[in-house]
């Protein structure tokens, strides 16, 4: 009887693992759903897996380009799932039937019904049609004819020190140092003793900034793969202490304000609330304890800037208002009310710059505004009176872009700044005028920035660029008034073999004066007409091509190409009239100012017309494809980086924090939902022409792109390929909008010269051990 008994006991073990193994293979994969957050659909996937009797799980959050976050628990009992991320504060509890689980999605004090079926989980866009890593190692081996000195590594090599820092008090160095897997973490050096301690360890994940919050922190920013949703993390000076400040999925954090005045917080803000809308925070640096200091509920009509003054007051906000008018608002009774002081368009501009702490009266600031001109100027400002008391600085050839005031001199005005051909710098007080004087004498011909200065300005780090350095840190010790060299960037680039960048100016065909640069490889300057890249910005509203090193200008000229960049119609810097001008010009009056600045330089007798290549990023890789579609024989190839491809998918892909500009973005751009607009629309999106797409493409894509989706890459590739058209496709799948990792910008760049030199110009196969 007792053998019975324990034989049935076995048998009912047996099957009971049995139903438990067999559940552990239902469950086990990819689940996903959907979160429905104030009319903004989220989707959410969750791959669970079974192993060693134990469930786990991560998560992603395929919008915010977030993928495989592990999570802390996974439990799955009476058909009951329950996974949690404790850190984060996200829970979700879901009951399966059906092959379904039906359940609520926590995070924080929010509450959310979330169903989630089973899937399969693919990599973003169409895995296949990448080209193979063989196929593009093979294309990188093609070289031009001409000999040259440095390799691909040579200009795209991080640095193997950077982004040096001095703490407040001036006793530690804090920097970046790369080791032999081209990981980049953080050091700090004791300036008294030396000793140097790694405080912050690279891993999967980039670095993307870090800085000193007082003399014994310091804190960092991350993301995930590209995506862009950045989180703070904080570090103590020697190492311990770490900890992210904020660990929300989907979450992404900007820095508003550093409180010099407090040591333990800073002010933040996040789209923790609502992912289309940013409030503000005060964050402890130390716990990561949390105040919301104010409340963004509006979703229809946002704050999108916050104006706090040093002391962490929130002072004013701009609120957007119907999509496309600003609202400025400011508290005359210490943040008690706050009172609409002007009605702005979007196209104005009105920014604080900095209140004035110099006075005892508390609402004079110094602001930035193209209220009174077509260029934006700086004035004193009485913001209760909301009347200009005086006008400071004005150029009547380029906006103005900021000033800078001493903290340890009372808050004395230093100097203004703006850009032209190069960038300007306007001495005002008497101090900085002799800094200034001391500098410039002691390093000509350089572009000089301030990198930093201890809180009391003994110690300065002086920047030092040119178009041809790439970057030089120097320390200056005020109180000994003596220069000290720090760290050279990148010391095996020789000035004297970098190529010259020029500024040019010339008149479009329809009468606008229009800037830009060329950089001409020794050919050009000896006589000889050469080949051209032409290298449309990003953007495009308001960004703007500079004087200074450029690594890949100066990469193609050591291959024997030139760069043309223009600052077409829509480029920042130049003032309301010609920034307005290429609104709803985009892929029209834009490109001709392209092609007029092609034309300018070939009549220069520097270029050969006929060996024309197009290469840019973002708007930079739609105006690629825009001008083989557009032009299709003025270029005899192209090179696509994240760009857009198709006007209509752009606009329904954008992050859910864009969403409150999209009136913004449609005036800039086009509206689908006005006839004669979306005709245009129809002409300039280049996957709409794809038969007229002659010349070799190479397509570069970042597969977690928030702000260009991998689709609008795919599309292209695809409508090629179904013509029959073999086109190079490069995606990664750790990165985001362009390339951040350094192996991978290194393969992108080896790639792109073998393109050009098969494409571009007359050019041989040369062996691969030959340096690239």
């Not at 004035?379 to 200009?388: A, Q, S």
């Not at 710098?425 to 930093?452: E, G, M, Q, W």
């Not at 924090?657 to 629309?681: F, G, R, S, T």
């Amino acid at each position: 009887m007792k053998t019975k008994i324990l034989k049935l006991s076995i048998s009912l073990v047996l099957f009971l693992g049995l139903i438990t193994q067999t559940q552990a293979q239902e469950i086990a994969g990819a689940w996903e759903g959907k979160l429905s957050v104030q009319g903004t659909e989220l989707p959410l996937l969750f791959n669970v897996t079974f192993e060693n009797d134990e469930y786990s799980s991560t998560m992603d959050s395929p919008s915010q380009g977030a993928t495989g976050i592990p999570m802390d628990v996974t439990i799955f009992v009476d058909n009951q799932l329950t996974i949690e991320f404790k850190q984060a504060g996200i829970k979700y509890v879901g009951t399966l039937a059906d092959n379904t689980f039906t359940g609520t999605f926590y995070q924080g004090t929010n509450e959310l019904p979330l169903t989630l079926s089973k899937t399969v989980k693919t990599k973003p866009g169409n895995i296949s049609l990448p080209t193979s890593d063989e196929e593009l190692a093979k294309l990188a081996t093609w070289k031009p004819i001409n000999s040259y000195k440095y390799s691909v590594e040579d200009y795209f090599a991080k640095p193997k020190a950077s982004s040096f820092n001095f703490s407040p008090d001036g006793s530690y160095l804090s920097y970046r140092e790369k080791d032999e897997n081209k990981k980049n973490h953080v050091y700090v050096k004791n300036l008294e003793t030396g000793e140097v301690t790694r405080i912050i360890e690279e891993k999967d994940e980039l670095i993307r900034g870090f800085g000193w919050a007082n003399e014994n922190r310091i804190i960092y920013i991350m993301d995930k793969g590209g995506n862009e949703d950045f989180h703070l993390f904080a570090v103590d000076l020697d190492g311990q202490n770490q900890k992210e400040l904020t660990p929300f999925e989907g979450v992404k954090v900007n820095i508003l304000n550093s409180l010099k005045e407090d040591k333990d917080h800073m002010i933040i803000s996040m789209n923790q609330n609502n992912p289309q809308i940013f409030e503000p925070y005060k964050i402890n640096i130390v716990t990561g304890a949390l105040e919301q200091l104010y409340k963004n509920d509006d979703a229809a009509n946002p704050i999108n800037g916050y104006e706090f003054d040093k002391d962490g007051n929130l002072r004013g906000f701009a609120k957007l208002r119907e999509g496309v008018n600003i609202d400025w608002y400011y508290t005359l009774d210490e943040g008690k009310t706050y009172e609409k002081m002007r009605e702005l368009s979007w196209k104005d501009s009105f920014s604080i710059s900095s209140f004035n702490y110099a006075t005892e009266y508390p609402h004079d600031a110094y602001v930035v505004s193209n209220l009174e001109s077509d260029k934006s100027e700086i004035y004193l400002y009485d913001l209760k009176e909301h009347k200009i008391i005086k006008k400071l600085y004005s150029n009547d050839k380029y906006d103005v872009s900021g000033l800078s005031l001493s903290r340890h001199r009372g808050y004395e005005l230093d100097y203004f700044a703006y850009e032209g051909e190069k960038q300007v710098i306007i001495p005002v007080s008497d101090y900085y005028k002799k800094l200034h004087k001391r500098i410039t004498t002691k390093f000509p011909d350089y572009n000089y920035s301030i990198a930093d200065a201890t809180d009391d300005e003994s110690k300065y780090l002086i920047f030092l660029q040119s178009d041809k350095l790439y970057g030089t840190y120097y320390s200056y010790d005020a109180k000994k008034d003596r220069f000290e060299l720090l760290y050279n960037l990148m010391p095996n680039l020789d000035e004297k073999d970098m190529a010259e960048m020029r500024p040019i100016t010339f008149t479009s065909r329809d009468g606008k004066t229009i800037h830009g640069y060329i950089t001409l490889p020794k050919a050009a300057l000896n006589g000889e007409r050469v080949p051209v890249i032409v290298n449309p910005h990003g953007g495009p509203q308001g960004i703007r091509d500079s004087w200074g090193f450029n690594p890949e200008a100066q990469l193609f000229a050591s291959r024997g190409y030139a760069t043309l960049q223009v600052n077409f119609r829509i480029s920042g810097g130049y003032g309301r009239e010609f920034l307005e001008s290429g609104f709803k010009q985009i892929g029209r009056k834009a490109m001709d100012d392209v092609e007029d600045g092609l034309k300018y330089v070939v009549d220069q007798g520097w270029l050969d017309k006929d060996n024309a290549a197009i290469y840019g990023g973002s708007h930079g890789g739609y105006a690629v494809l825009r001008g083989l579609t557009k032009t299709p024989d003025l270029y005899k190839c192209g090179v696509d980086y994240v760009g857009v491809s198709n006007l209509f998918t752009f606009m329904e892909s954008i992050p859910p924090y864009w969403k409150p500009y999209l009136k913004i973005i449609k005036e800039i751009w086009y509206d689908a939902d006005v006839p004669e607009e979306k005709a245009i629309m129809d002409e300039v999106s280049p996957v709409n022409h794809i038969d007229k797409i002659t010349k070799p493409l190479f397509v570069v894509q970042g597969a977690n792109d928030p702000r260009v989706n991998i689709n609008e890459s795919d599309q292209i590739v695809e409508g090629l390929r179904a013509r029959g058209v073999d086109v190079p496709y490069m995606v990664k799948y750790d990165e985001g909008h362009g390339f951040g990792k350094e192996e991978n910008r290194i393969e992108l760049y080896k790639a792109m010269m073998g393109f050009y030199a098969k494409h571009l110009d007359q050019s041989i196969k040369k062996d691969e051990t030959i340096k690239n």
